[in-house]
């Protein structure tokens, strides 16, 4: 005989539960008839814990957020208060500040919005920690995730590229950026006409990874 403990459905700590085994039969003689009862000893040892996630972990400027999750890894038995804690909160905010835990939506895991200030940042990149704090529920007061790190990379908000006569790169961070072109001005001609000057186009792309962009330049034209 098989029996099956259901922990979802049992309070932390030790119980004792009885079980009666009975009998289904089509004979009328056997079905129904109870038999003995046992005695099982059930211990749920899950302890008070915090769990944290952030994906994606590298934040760069034209994409400055990211999300973080949380759970609790075992029933409170009141609400628990988590709030994130960065390095530095000149740098790191979060959206919103705190979530909270009940007894009935602890098994669901919580999001949070990070956001970057790169205003703030002062070099080109750095890694700035986070971790998640709970306060509250008396089992789960002061009990602390796991530290995440997140690289934070801070790119020019222009770059230009001017002709070189080759193909140029350059690696970009996942995020929204804004392409801008001019068209090279014509080459003259000995007839008296005027080169024409370019056109000019923009538009708009979104990396959803970090991706290394080639660029083409052209010259102007050769006089005639």
């Not at 400027?61 to 990211?66: A, D, E, I, V, W």
């Not at 959803?208 to 005639?224: L, Q």
């Amino acid at each position: 005989v098989s029996v099956k403990v259901v922990d979802d459905n049992i309070a932390d700590g030790q119980q004792t539960a009885n079980v009666i085994f009975t009998g289904i039969s089509d004979d009328p003689n056997f079905n129904g008839i109870k038999g003995q009862s046992a005695n099982f000893t059930i211990i749920d040892n899950d302890s008070a814990s915090l769990s944290l996630t952030i994906d994606p972990t590298t934040i760069a400027q034209g994409s400055p957020s990211t999300t973080a999750s949380v759970s609790l890894g075992a029933e409170p038995s009141s609400n628990v208060t988590v709030k994130l804690v960065p390095d530095h909160a000149n740098i790191i905010t979060f959206e919103p500040a705190t979530v909270t835990f009940t007894t009935s939506n602890w098994k669901n895991a919580q999001n949070i919005k990070v956001n970057v200030n790169f205003s703030a940042l002062a070099s080109a990149s750095a890694v700035e920690n986070i971790y998640a704090i709970a306060s509250g529920d008396a089992i789960y007061s002061g009990v602390k995730s796991k530290s995440i790190p997140l690289t934070l990379t801070k790119i020019p908000q222009v770059q230009n590229f001017e002709y070189t006569g080759k193909v140029q790169s350059v690696t970009l961070p996942a995020g929204k950026y804004k392409l801008e072109v001019w068209g090279a001005q014509g080459g003259e001609s000995g007839t008296g006409y005027y080169a024409g000057k370019g056109g000019y186009a923009a538009g708009t792309v979104t990396l959803a990874k970090a991706a290394e962009v080639f660029i083409y330049v052209g010259g102007r034209g050769i006089d005639t």
